[in-house]
Structure formats: C-alpha cells, structure tokens
C-alpha cells in the first residue's frame, strides 16, 4: 500500500528565513507528487507537483520542492517565509493509476 | 470563474439520519473525487469518478456510503443511517483531466458533517 508521511506536525521559521517542510512517500512504480496548502476556512489549494523530469520543481507562490529518488523524499522549500506562507501544507502521492494518497499535513508558522 | 462548490456546507445530523452531500465541479471537469478529512488528520480518499463512470470506490469505509455523478457533471455522497465516526469534513474536488490521480486537483470549501 502507497504511504505518504510528513514527520513534522509543525514547523516555526522567522519571517524572511528559509523554510522546509518535509516530506517523505512510498509509492509502488512511478511516483506523482503534489503539495496542497490548506488556509483556514478554505479548501485546499495546489501548489506544485512532480510527475518525471527536474527534481527541482517550481511552484505556486514562490515555494519549490525538492524530488529525491534516492531517500523517497519531495520536501517543500521557499528562500524566504512570508508571514502570509502560515497556513497547513498538505503531500499528497500516487503510483501509477492510483488514488491519491495525503499526509498529514504540516501546520507552518511564519513568526515576524 | 467559479470553482467547485459543496452545499450545505454544514449539516447536523442525529445518529441513524441519511445525510446527502452536493458537489458542483468545475464546468467541463472530467475527474471528480471524493475525499474525507477527520480532524487533524490529511483527506482521506473515498471514490473517482471519470465522467459519469465511477473508476474507483475502494476508499469508502462501508456500504451505507454511495457516489453518485448520473450526467458527468454534479455528484451526490450520500451517507446513510450516519454513525458518529461518520462525522468528518467531507472535501470533493475535480480535475479537468482524464487522468486524475495525475493531475492537480481544485478542491471545494468541503461539508462538515456533524452526527450527534
């Protein structure tokens, strides 16, 4: 069975630091990864996803993820947190023609 | 231009009610999933539909739930004789692509279910 884990329940960065989210899966063939944020009182929203190609993908907003074959991993990066990044991030992965698969979410906290 | 839509977006419900849930996808999307969200937890997946064809109905947790999406546009979840482990925000989302699990998906304000 496909699997989707993101340790970390929340993460705090300064405002203008650069953020991490992580995110590791474990999918059979190959994977498609997807990080959603979810801000408060509204449904989830698309950021970026992997499908074949750069490990470096380019998202919505600024943020970025990092696809590593190696460690099963596809973190979420930003140079630099805004105050209005604080929101749930969601990872979500299939494997081939699969449902989707989401973690748990991670609640980020961008303090000023 | 408007995105998906999920009425009502909150319902109250006493244990042993059947409860429907709407979903209105994006005009023209082909995929459209079903997902359950408990508190603090990441959506759940519940079912897919390609069209009006329902693809894959593995993710729902007893025969008391039912998709419905009969013209390949708006879709109906119904619950019926809700339990209190039904109690969830029940998310739908649409995809305007074939391949769904492919693809990134545009999600509703979801339904809070709440069964007393």
């Known amino acids: 069975a496909q699997s989707v884990a993101q340790p970390e329940d929340q993460v705090n960065v300064a405002e203008g630091n650069p953020l991490t989210v992580k995110c590791t899966y474990s999918?059979?063939?190959?994977?498609?990864l997807f990080w959603y944020v979810q801000y408060p009182n509204r449904g989830l929203q698309f950021l970026l996803k992997?499908?074949?190609?750069?490990?470096l993908v380019k998202g919505s907003y600024g943020f970025e993820a990092e696809f590593n074959k190696s460690q099963t991993s596809f973190h979420l990066k930003k140079p630099s947190a805004l105050v209005s990044d604080s929101a749930l991030y969601f990872c979500?992965?299939?494997?081939?023609?699969?449902?989707?698969?989401f973690g748990t979410g991670t609640k980020l906290q961008v303090i000023p | 231009g408007a995105g998906v839509s999920q009425s009502p977006r909150y319902k109250v419900a006493k244990r042993g009610q059947d409860v429907a849930l709407r979903c209105d996808p994006i005009?023209?999307?082909?995929?459209l999933f079903w997902y359950q969200q408990a508190l603090g937890q990441g959506p759940e997946f519940l079912t897919y539909?390609?069209?009006?064809?329902?693809?894959?109905k593995s993710g729902l947790p007893s025969d008391r739930f039912f998709a419905e999406r009969p013209e390949g546009s708006v879709s109906t979840l119904k619950i019926q004789r809700t339990q209190q482990e039904d109690s969830a925000v029940y998310l739908c989302?649409?995809?305007?692509?074939?391949?769904?699990?492919?693809?990134?998906?545009?999600f509703g304000p979801g339904t809070r279910l709440t069964v007393l």
């Open positions: 992997y499908i074949t190609g750069d490990n």
């Open positions: 539909f390609q069209n009006e064809a329902q693809l894959d």
């Open positions: 999918v059979s063939g190959n994977p498609y």
């Open positions: 979500a992965g299939s494997g081939g023609y699969q449902k989707v698969t």
């Open positions: 989302a649409s995809s305007p692509k074939r391949e769904g699990p492919y693809n990134e998906q545009f």
């Open positions: 005009s023209g999307h082909v995929s």
